[in-house]
């Protein structure tokens, strides 16, 4: 069962870990592996693990494998995407649940991260722009207020420029509308 | 190595233009205005050897159509096409209902130039209106004849014609297999033609904007890893960046003066209108508010600032006078009225209005307040204003695919310019490209 869900992490780390191995220079045997295992699980892991493998990827070798271990499963517990209403940024209950997740793995680590702000396509692409970072900024401040200092969040807002789903309707609108919570390091 | 990626990266985004795949822009006439005038516009006799460099008459043509003002006689339905005025018989274009005949030469000039020379005939009063030429290289040709539909255009509507300008558009083709998507800013003729690819990257463009002489653009690129403001000059390709702030770096808006560039920044918190002096970088703050304000737009005097903020609880245009530093609410009709952009008049503003729940483009009398809707798609933005103020080009969807298309401000006329493949958005009407 340990065995497997290493395996399942491994894969899920070498998602979006072609270019980190691409352009590092320490690149592990494992790392390579990890990459191969991608090929074939890309196909079937979700666009929330996507992202948290690519922090977990960028991770350098010497940061706590098992504090790693701790954010790894909170990614894989919740997700690592939290969804908005329509021209809100108010935190839903679901994301409430995953960013306590996350505050509690993070207040073991001093890992940075980055909040990444989307919106769907409606409305114009400045003011979605600032309503990305609305979102971001809302998810930062409810982990600054729950312990995790400021200065180790970044922000960052791609308004609708970065959408998952490409349709037109609510169906894509409400996977575009989202923050993503990356791991730096 | 990862240095080496990013110096790799970094040439990569400077070999502009070389190379580049530009998307192809195609026209598609949806309607024109009702009683157009008729007009025939007949092959200019090419008096070199070989084959003629262009049909110039297919652009000038092609020109006057897309103005929605004008109905062009057919080539196969002329009875004869002379070139000059002795060749021009009257009957021949009454039978038509014709009612202005334009006809021309195409000269070779020494140096690889190319001269137009030109003639327009009222057929009914069976007088010439006008005659001239432009002249230039050979391989300006279509621009010599966007001047030539320009000078028809003038003489016709008593308005300036805008068709020897440019557009600046964003393209952006999809990555493949989880690949990412590649921003293509670029530069074309006004009819869609030529494109010139100016910047392409694997991180967003967003929001070009002209320098009032057309001599540079400004835009918002990811490159950087988080947003920032770039200026550019065309001719040249050099780049300088010009804000690298913690947050929003967005919307660059040139003042008509050239001088100053309103932009919104968030450094300080919240997304907020900035002044940026460009000879010595200084920026001034111009909204101090906990609402989102952005999408600023100069007035054509440069004395005020027209700009979207929510500091009423929804997005609406607002409007900050320079001198006296007040902030004067502009629209009240709707609950989304947003991006607004002014025409040389001062008076006839263009912008983003949801009307249930679709967005259209708009446009605003500022003297009068009258709002009146001029699009009926679904996800219509980005309104960009020709600089005669006769036309707006926007951006909207359609079977999924972001597509550039244009009406004019007066209703009626509409021409769709989709690309041949990606998507296309955030169209940027130049300024004259010329005095006169």
Redesign the interface.
């Known amino acids: 069962m340990k065995h497997l869900s290493h395996i399942c992490k491994l894969a899920a780390i070498a998602l979006?870990a072609t270019l980190v191995v691409?352009?590092?220079?320490s690149s592990t045997q494992e790392d390579q592996e990890a990459a191969a295992a991608a090929a074939a699980a890309?196909a079937a892991a979700k666009a929330a693990q996507d992202m948290a493998a690519e922090s977990a990827a960028a991770e350098s070798a010497s940061a706590a494998d098992a504090q790693r271990e701790q954010l790894m499963e909170t990614a894989e517990a919740y997700g690592n995407v939290f969804y908005f209403a329509y021209d809100s940024s108010t935190l839903t209950p679901e994301a409430i649940t995953a960013l306590d997740a996350y505050i509690a793995a993070l207040k073991t680590t001093n890992a940075f991260i980055r909040l990444e702000g989307h919106t769907d396509?409606?409305?114009?692409?400045?003011?979605n722009?600032?309503?990305g970072?609305?979102r971001a900024n809302t998810v930062r401040d409810y982990m600054a207020l729950n312990g995790i200092p400021a200065s180790r969040i970044?922000?960052?807002?791609?308004?609708e420029?970065?959408p998952v789903a490409?349709?037109?309707g609510e169906v894509s609108w409400a996977q575009n509308r989202r923050v993503v919570l990356v791991v730096v390091n | 190595m990862r240095r080496f990626a990013t110096t790799v990266f970094s040439i990569c985004l400077l070999l502009v233009a070389i190379g580049a795949r530009a998307s192809d822009l195609t026209i598609e006439i949806t309607r024109g205005m009702d009683d157009p005038t008729a007009i025939a516009v007949v092959p200019f006799a090419w008096q070199g050897t070989g084959a003629a460099p262009e049909d110039v008459s297919a652009v000038i043509e092609s020109d006057l159509l897309r103005s929605g003002q004008f109905a062009p006689v057919a080539r196969g339905d002329m009875l004869s096409m002379p070139s000059a005025q002795t060749e021009v018989f009257y009957r021949d274009w009454r039978a038509l209902n014709t009612e202005y005949l334009l006809i021309g030469k195409m000269s070779p000039q020494p140096l690889n130039g190319l001269r137009l020379d030109y003639e327009l005939f009222d057929v009914l009063r069976q007088a010439r209106v006008f005659s001239g030429f432009e002249s230039g290289p050979a391989t300006d040709a279509r621009m010599l004849a966007h001047r030539v539909a320009d000078k028809v255009y003038e003489h016709l509507t008593g308005i300036r014609g805008a068709f020897a300008t440019r557009l600046l558009y964003v393209s952006v083709t999809r990555g493949q297999d989880g690949a990412k998507d590649t921003y293509r800013l670029t530069m074309s003729d006004s009819d869609g033609a030529r494109p010139i690819v100016l910047l392409e990257s694997r991180e967003p463009l967003l929001t070009p904007a002209w320098a009032p002489d057309a001599v540079q653009i400004a835009y918002v690129s990811f490159e950087t890893g988080r947003q920032a403001i770039f200026r550019q000059d065309i001719a040249t390709g050099k780049r300088e960046q010009l804000t690298n702030f913690k947050g929003l770096n967005s919307s660059p808006a040139w003042s008509p003066d050239g001088k100053t560039m309103a932009m919104v920044l968030s450094k300080d918190g919240n997304p907020d209108i900035y002044l940026m002096d460009l000879a010595t970088r200084s920026l001034t703050n111009i909204t101090r508010n906990y609402a989102i304000d952005t999408e600023p737009a100069w007035m054509p005097d440069g004395q005020s600032i027209l700009f979207t903020s929510d500091r009423g609880g929804r997005p609406q245009i607002y409007r900050y006078d320079l001198a006296s530093q007040t902030t004067t609410r502009v629209t009240f009709e709707g609950r989304y009225n947003a991006r607004a952009r002014v025409a040389q008049d001062g008076r006839n503003v263009v912008l983003v209005h949801q009307q249930d729940g679709a967005f259209n483009i708009a446009l605003l009398d500022l003297v009068t307040d009258r709002l009146q809707i001029l699009t009926s798609t679904q996800l219509d933005e980005s309104p960009s204003i020709a600089p005669n103020g006769s036309m707006v080009l926007y951006a909207t969807k359609s079977d999924d695919r972001g597509i550039l298309a244009a009406v004019s401000v007066a209703g009626g006329a509409k021409f769709r310019l989709p690309a041949r493949d990606g998507d296309v958005r955030e169209p940027a009407w130049s300024p004259y490209l010329s005095a006169n």
């Open positions: 979006s691409a352009c590092s220079s890309a396509e409606r409305g114009t692409r400045d003011y722009l600032a309503l970072e609305r970044e922000s960052i807002s791609y308004g420029e970065r490409y349709g037109t």
